[in-house]
């Protein structure tokens, strides 16, 4: 059978012991099947490794720990406890971080540039819940003197985690940063396209001293390891990032069984919008970053520019030139920024709404086809002469293709932004200051980007509007997710 660490030789000629087995009480273990799967290099096509595959029964011996884990000292201690583990993980990423770049270049496709980025905000996320351990407050209300009134925060309990695959390492931080901060304990589920990295991470958790079931790491698939995760009777709460369709699927799950809490961060269609006044170099910069990092595929890539008349012309010219001097191939190439698409799967839907692109009508203004014929690449791609009800103006592509459009009116423009399903993020960029408030005020999502895109910070709240999702990750208000409120009412004898 599959041994449960496998030696894998990274392009950088270093090798390293790759887990494969399912992460379960502080131990990776074969999973009762024993059936496992292989996971694909994108940049490649080859298979890297296979990982053990979780099922309802083992995500129940995950739970099972969870549990076990979640009445034990770890929720109640000192919080000061979880504080060293958290600070000792942050440590253990920056001491580990050449190798999770790696892994995470090699299952996911991404270039090395934009894993690196991704290690670094994982360790920023994780030092910055560590010194949210101790700032956990209730608060004590006054009635009168008949009564003495206070409220705790209290962790929710044994939670569930679904992750996309995106950004494998820097998902699975957003999740488990909360749930180490407040004392919670999870069951994690990776996308079955990246399941590396995280098992990795997972042993690093381990070391950094978390104890055994505070955190379980499964492989598996949506509807055989995921679903019974969103349905399961002793999960407190599921915290899900995917696609909204899938999102819709766990919030019934989680209203059908034990009505557990739900937060979700889904899909979006971010509008990034250009005013005359806008500083050219800069505004073009964030374009880039905004649909092209990462190979488009982020949640929030802003993939409706539209730009004001008076500045048009010039930012489609800059925007094309720019668009088409990015490197593109080998992800372990220092200077490449975008990597392949993560699998056949996202490669082929993203071709398939280029040809929908254009036999909508709209113009290929660069890019428009894969690039070569090995790996899993697209050209960055941008088509102008689009109608707002063109479906490439409608759907999430979650590639590397924008729509560009030209506007008039602030007002106008605003009615355009907010005309979606969805409401993540948006980009405003100007140097009026006046405008960036008043448009950031208008627009229904639940991040803008004034003067820059794409840009996180462990302490500023990421999360969406409408159908864009419920709750929200990082900062202050990622807490709120995994804490309840208890009110205490004591009667006072008179
Ligand atoms: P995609 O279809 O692009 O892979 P998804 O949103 O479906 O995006 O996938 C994100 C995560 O959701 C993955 O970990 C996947 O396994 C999981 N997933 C997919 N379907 C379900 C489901 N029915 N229940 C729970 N999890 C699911």
């Given at each position: 059978s599959l041994p449960l660490f496998v030696p894998i030789k990274l392009p950088n000629g270093t090798t390293y012991e790759q887990p494969t087995g399912l992460f379960i009480n502080n131990e990776f273990v074969q999973s009762k099947s024993k059936k496992t799967f292989g996971t694909v290099?994108?940049?490649?096509?080859?298979?890297i490794t296979q990982v053990y595959e979780a099922f309802s029964e083992d995500i129940d011996d995950a739970v099972e720990a969870a549990t076990a884990a979640f009445h034990s000292s770890w929720s109640t201690s000192d919080p000061q406890v979880r504080m060293k583990v958290l600070y000792k993980l942050a440590d253990l990423i920056d001491e580990h971080a050449d190798t999770l770049a790696h892994i995470e270049a090699l299952d996911n496709g991404k270039s090395l540039m934009c894993s690196k980025g991704d290690v670094a905000l994982t360790a920023a996320y994780f030092r910055s819940c560590a010194g949210w351990t101790d700032k956990i407050k209730g608060s004590v209300i006054e009635t009168g003197d008949t009564h003495f009134n206070y409220t705790r925060r209290e962790p929710i309990g044994v939670c569930g985690q679904i992750i996309p695959w995106n950004f494998p390492l820097l998902m699975a931080s957003w999740k488990l940063g909360p749930v180490l901060c407040t004392g919670c304990t999870t069951v994690l589920k990776t996308a079955e396209s990246t399941p590396l990295s995280a098992l990795y991470l997972a042993s690093l958790i381990k070391e950094a001293g978390a104890p055994p079931g505070v955190v379980n790491v499964v492989s598996g698939f949506g509807p055989t390891a995921g679903a019974p995760i969103s349905s399961h009777p002793k999960i407190k709460k599921v915290a899900f990032t995917g696609s909204t369709a899938t999102g819709r699927h766990i919030m019934k799950a989680a209203a059908e069984s034990n009505l557990k809490k739900v937060t979700l961060e889904l899909g979006g269609k971010s509008p990034n919008i250009v005013f005359d006044d806008a500083d050219v170099k800069s505004t073009i910069q964030h374009l880039v970053t905004g649909i092209f990092y990462n190979t488009g595929e982020v949640c929030c890539a802003g993939s409706r520019i539209y730009v004001q008349e008076g500045i048009y012309d010039k930012i489609v010219s800059e925007f094309k030139n720019a668009a088409e001097s990015l490197k593109i191939g080998d992800p372990f190439k220092e200077d490449t920024f975008m990597g392949a698409q993560t699998s056949q799967l996202q490669l082929d839907k993203i071709l398939k709404y280029i040809d929908i692109g254009k036999k909508e009508g709209a113009t290929v203004i660069t890019g428009g086809e894969r690039f070569g014929n090995k790996g899993y690449f697209i050209k960055p791609t941008i088509f102008g002469d689009v109608k707002e009800d063109h479906q490439i103006v409608r759907d999430e592509i979650f590639g590397p293709v924008v729509t560009i459009t030209k506007f008039k009116t602030v007002e106008e423009v605003i009615a355009l932004a907010n005309d979606?399903?969805?409401?993540l993020a948006a980009g405003v960029h100007t140097t009026n200051l006046s405008t960036a408030i008043s448009v950031s005020n208008k627009i229904n999502s639940g991040t803008i980007w004034v003067n820059t895109y794409n840009d996180f910070h462990p302490m500023v709240p990421f999360g969406g509007y409408s159908q864009s999702g419920i709750g929200r990750e990082m900062?202050?208000?990622?807490l709120d997710n995994y804490t309840q409120v208890k009110a205490v009412r004591i009667g006072l004898s008179q």
């Open positions: 290099s994108p940049s490649t096509e080859e298979e979606s399903e969805y409401g900062g202050e208000e990622a």
